[in-house]
T-cell receptor
Framework: GAVVSQHPSRVICKSGTSVKIECRSLDFQATTMFWYRQFPKQSLMLMATSNEGSKATYEQGVEKDKFLINHASLTLSTLTVTSAHPEDSSFYIC????????????FGEGSWLTVV | GNSVTQMEGPVTLSEEAFLTINCTYTATGYPSLFWYVQYPGEGLQLLLKATKADDKGSNKGFEATYRKETTSFHLEKGSVQVSDSAVYFCALSLNSKLTFGKGITLSVRP
C-alpha cells in the first residue's frame, strides 16, 4: 500500500535552535500534504496545508514564521520549527493526499519533538 | 465550527468481548466520517469510512454506521482480539480537512 515516511521519528533539541521534520510520500505523488500537532491526551490539530510549489495555508492561531513549511517537490514536505521552546514539545504528524488513489489520505508515523 | 467528540477512555476489555466506542460530531456541512487506528509505535491508519448518511463502513470486523439523525458514527466489533489494542480516532472531513476526536486507548487482555 501507499506509504508516507516521516523523519526523524524522535528528536531532542535545545531551546532556541531550529529543527526540521521531513514528510515523504514513498510511492505516490502528493500535491497536498497536511501537518498536524498532537498534545498528550488531546486530539490531532491541523496546523497547515502544504501545497506543492506554493505557500502553505496555515490554520488560525498557527505562527507562520515559527512553523516554516516547504513543499518543494511532489513527494516531500518539510516542517521547520524555528527558535524552538519547551512549549513546542509535541507529537507532529503529517499526511499526504494521493490523488491517483482516489484522494485517499495516508499518514506518516509521526515525530516526537522534545525541546530542552 | 466542526468538532468530533469521543467517549472518554481508556477502555480495557477481555478478549472476545463486544466493543462499542462512541463518536458524535458537529459540522457545518455534510462531512465524510472516518475511524483511524494507531497501533503502538506506528502511524495512523484508516480503519473504515462512510461518506453519506446510512452508509456503513466495515473493516477487520469493525463496523460503524453514519447516523445523520443522531450525528453519530459509533465504532463496534463483536469480538475483540489482543491485536486490536491501539488508539482509535474518530474524524470528519469537510473541504479536504480532517477534524479529529481526542482518541481513545483500547487495551484487550488475553
Amino acid at each position: 500500500g501507499a506509504v508516507v515516511s516521516q523523519h526523524p521519528s524522535r528528536v531532542i533539541c535545545k531551546s532556541g535552535t531550529s529543527v526540521k521534520i521531513e514528510c515523504r510520500s514513498l510511492d505516490f505523488q502528493a500535491t497536498t500534504m497536511f501537518w498536524y500537532r498532537q498534545f498528550p491526551k488531546q486530539s490531532l490539530m491541523l496546523m497547515a496545508t502544504s501545497n506543492e510549489g506554493s505557500k502553505a495555508t496555515y490554520e488560525q492561531g498557527v505562527e507562520k514564521d515559527k512553523f516554516l513549511i516547504n513543499h518543494a517537490s511532489l513527494t516531500l514536505s518539510t516542517l521547520t520549527v524555528t527558535s524552538a521552546h519547551p512549549e513546542d514539545s509535541s507529537f507532529y504528524i503529517c499526511s499526504a493526499r494521493a490523488q491517483a488513489l482516489g484522494n485517499t489520505i495516508y499518514f506518516g508515523e509521526g515525530s516526537w519533538l522534545t525541546v530542552v | 465550527g466542526n468538532s468530533v467528540t469521543q467517549m472518554e477512555g481508556p477502555v480495557t476489555l477481555s478478549e472476545e468481548a463486544f466493543l462499542t466506542i462512541n463518536c458524535t460530531y458537529t459540522a457545518t456541512g455534510y462531512p465524510s466520517l472516518f475511524w483511524y487506528v494507531q497501533y503502538p509505535g506506528e502511524g495512523l491508519q484508516l480503519l473504515l469510512k462512510a461518506t453519506k448518511a446510512d452508509d456503513k463502513g466495515s473493516n477487520k470486523g469493525f463496523e460503524a454506521t453514519y447516523r445523520k439523525e443522531t450525528t453519530s458514527f459509533h465504532l463496534e466489533k463483536g469480538s475483540v482480539q489482543v491485536s486490536d489494542s491501539a488508539v482509535y480516532f474518530c474524524a470528519l472531513s469537510l473541504n479536504s480537512k480532517l477534524t479529529f476526536g481526542k482518541g481513545i486507548t483500547l487495551s484487550v487482555r488475553p
